[in-house]
């Protein structure tokens, strides 16, 4: 059964550190999302990549978050330096990017981030 | 105005009642929608593809409304099992890219026995 894989699944960590968070996308999909999510703000994206390249990333703070795919079985999140508000739940979803199926996003089970 | 809009809820409902959500888009050029359901601690999964002629998969109708700008997902027979957040979910503007995926914050559902 092919599922999007993310790691860490949790991490806590104190103000001022670099997190780096890693997601293996379904193979054979070739958009791959970073959402970020709290109460507050519901699901936001933070970056798109479409075959590997770097689409839209507006959503994400470029000061302190970097998000690449060095390869087509990975894509990360990089906070550094993290902040409190950073704390939040972490998604990775990919998907087909065909216009046969534009709304089916497949996510991971999520990186719930706690700076301290 | 925020670009998707949802009554957060809770809705709390004894089972095997019908309830119904309804799901405000402000860009009159979305063109795909969708519901996304969000089980407690757990990633969104695609619950079903709204059309414009509308759609029913079991105990769920979705509705499209273009003249209001609304979309609508019924539950009939609620079960326990049903207990989540449906997310509201457009493809802003023109062409189906994924990458104008837009979430709302979700409405909760609690069904009581």
């Known amino acids: 059964d092919a599922r999007v894989t993310q790691t860490p699944r949790h991490k806590v960590t104190e103000m001022g550190q670099e997190v780096t968070m890693r997601c293996q996308p379904i193979?054979?999909?070739?958009?791959v999302f970073w959402y970020r999510q709290t109460m507050m703000q519901g699901l936001e994206l933070l970056a798109y990549?479409?075959?590997?390249?770097?689409?839209?990333d507006s959503g994400m703070p470029k000061d302190r978050f970097s998000a690449e795919m060095p390869d087509a079985t990975l894509a990360t999140l990089k906070i550094q330096p993290s902040e409190p508000r950073d704390s939040a739940v972490y998604f990775c979803?990919?998907?087909?990017?065909?216009?046969?199926?534009?709304?089916?996003?497949?996510f991971g089970e999520g990186s719930r981030l706690t700076v301290l | 105005r925020k670009e998707v809009e949802q009554d957060p809820g809770p809705f709390n409902v004894p089972e095997g009642a019908t309830v119904a959500f309804n799901c405000t888009y402000s860009n009159s050029a979305s063109q795909s929608f969708f519901w996304y359901r969000q089980d407690c601690r757990k990633e969104p999964k695609l619950l079903m593809s709204?059309?414009?002629s509308g759609n029913e998969d079991g105990r769920f109708t979705a509705q499209l409304n273009r003249a209001s700008q609304y979309i609508s997902l019924l539950i009939r027979d609620s079960k326990l099992s049903d207990s989540a957040t449906y997310l509201c979910v457009v493809i802003r503007g023109y062409g189906g890219s994924q990458g104008n995926l837009i979430f709302g914050k979700g409405t909760k559902l609690s069904v009581k026995p």
């Open positions: 709204v059309y414009s």
């Open positions: 193979l054979g999909h070739n958009t």
């Open positions: 979803a990919s998907g087909q990017g065909t216009s046969a199926f534009p709304g089916e996003l497949f």
């Open positions: 990549f479409r075959n590997r390249a770097p689409l839209d």
